[in-house]
C-alpha cells in the first residue's frame, strides 16, 4: 500500500516568492494534516482536513498561508509571499478511524528554504 | 492547550536499555502516541496508549499513567539504528480531538 506522497521533496527560494506543496494522502483516509516542523522541534499543526472541510486551521497563519483540499482527497498548501522564517519541514500526514484511535502516518515532508 | 515535556538528549550504550519519559498536562486527555523519527525522514508511528498500563511491542514497550500524566519509552536490547527522536504527541478530547506533539528527545546509542 502506498503510503502518503508529497511534493517537491525539496524547494528554495527568494523571500517574498509563492511556493506550493502538495500532498497524496493514503487511499481511503479521510483526514487529513499538514504539519510544519522547525529544526530540533516537534510537528506544529498548521490545519486538519475531515474531507473537503477544513475542521482545525487555528495555527494557521492566514495573512500568508492557504490551503484548500478539493474533492477530499489530494491536498495543497501555498504560502505567499515567504518570508526567512518559513523556512521548515512541511509534513503532510493522514488517518483514518480504526478501532479507538486514529493513527497518523506522515509524508517525507517538503523541505522548505527562503533565501 | 497542552504542554509536554520530554528530555532533550540522551546517550544509550548498545545492546543496553532506556527509559524515555514524556511528561503531559492537558485539559482533557484522549490518547498518547510515540513516534520515531530518523533525522531527515518523516515521524513513523511507534505506539498508543489510552489505557493506564504497559503496552509492549518487541524490543519498544510504552507506560501511560493518566493520573500521574506521565508515560515512556522503554527500549530493550538497544541497537545503532535506534539512534533517532522520539516524539510524545497527546491527543485531547475537544471536539477537534488535537494531536500536540512534544519537541522530541533525541537518542544517541553509542557502541
Known amino acids: 500500500e502506498a503510503g502518503v506522497v508529497q511534493s517537491p521533496r525539496y524547494k528554495i527560494i527568494e523571500k517574498k516568492q509563492p511556493v506550493a506543496f502538495w500532498c497524496n494522502p493514503i487511499s481511503g483516509h479521510n483526514t487529513l494534516y499538514w504539519y510544519r516542523q522547525n529544526l530540533g522541534q516537534g510537528p506544529e499543526l498548521l490545519i486538519r482536513?475531515?474531507?473537503?472541510?477544513?475542521?482545525?486551521d487555528s495555527q494557521l497563519p492566514k495573512d500568508r498561508f492557504s490551503a484548500e483540499r478539493l474533492k477530499g482527497v489530494d491536498s495543497t498548501l501555498k504560502i505567499q509571499p515567504a518570508e526567512l522564517g518559513d523556512s521548515a519541514v512541511y509534513l503532510c500526514?493522514?488517518?483514518?478511524?480504526?478501532?479507538?484511535?486514529?493513527?497518523?502516518?506522515f509524508g517525507e515532508g517538503s523541505w522548505l528554504t527562503v533565501v | 492547550g497542552q504542554n509536554i515535556d520530554q528530555p532533550t538528549e540522551m546517550t544509550a550504550t548498545e545492546g543496553a536499555i532506556v527509559q524515555i519519559n514524556c511528561t503531559y498536562q492537558t485539559s482533557g486527555f484522549n490518547g498518547l502516541f510515540w513516534y520515531q523519527q530518523h533525522a531527515g525522514e518523516a515521524p513513523t508511528f511507534l505506539s498508543y496508549n489510552v489505557l493506564d498500563g504497559l503496552e509492549e511491542k518487541g524490543r519498544f514497550s510504552s507506560f501511560l499513567s493518566r493520573s500521574k500524566g506521565y508515560s515512556y519509552l522503554l527500549l530493550k536490547e538497544l541497537q545503532m539504528k535506534d539512534s533517532a527522536s522520539y516524539l510524545c504527541?497527546?491527543?485531547?478530547?475537544?471536539?477537534?480531538?488535537?494531536?500536540?506533539f512534544g519537541t522530541g528527545t533525541k537518542l544517541q546509542v553509542i557502541p
Open positions: 504527541a497527546v491527543r485531547d478530547r475537544g471536539g477537534y480531538q488535537k494531536v500536540t
Open positions: 482536513y475531515e474531507n473537503e472541510e477544513a475542521v482545525d
Open positions: 500526514a493522514s488517518s483514518t478511524r480504526t478501532g479507538l484511535t486514529d493513527t497518523i502516518y
